[in-house]
């Protein structure tokens, strides 16, 4: 009977440790789903900050050429001026 019962008591206490062991699993897939949503909303970020890095180089090089084409412009025209 002795030998019974503790089998018994075993038995159940391996229940709870599997039921505990799902409940960790659940929880743990639980994370790391909200950490890979959260890694794809960094990376697209990440994407919207470059392509707004990169449209500002773009910006930036176009105003350079316009300010090269007005210096040229100006030296144009008081070359015309001189004459």
Known sequence: PEV???TT???EECKDFVDK???FQKIVGGLIEL??????E??????????A?????SVAKQREA?????QAL??????QLER
């Open 35 to 40: 950490v890979d949503e959260l890694a794809k």
């Open 21 to 23: 062991i799902g409940q």
């Open 74 to 79: 100006i030296a144009e025209k008081k070359m």
């Open 9 to 11: 008591e075993l038995k």
């Open 53 to 57: 890095r990169n449209l500002l180089k």
């Open 42 to 51: 960094a990376e697209t970020e990440k994407m919207k900050a470059i392509g």
């Open 4 to 6: 019974g019962q503790k």
């Open 66 to 70: 316009q300010q090269q084409q007005l």
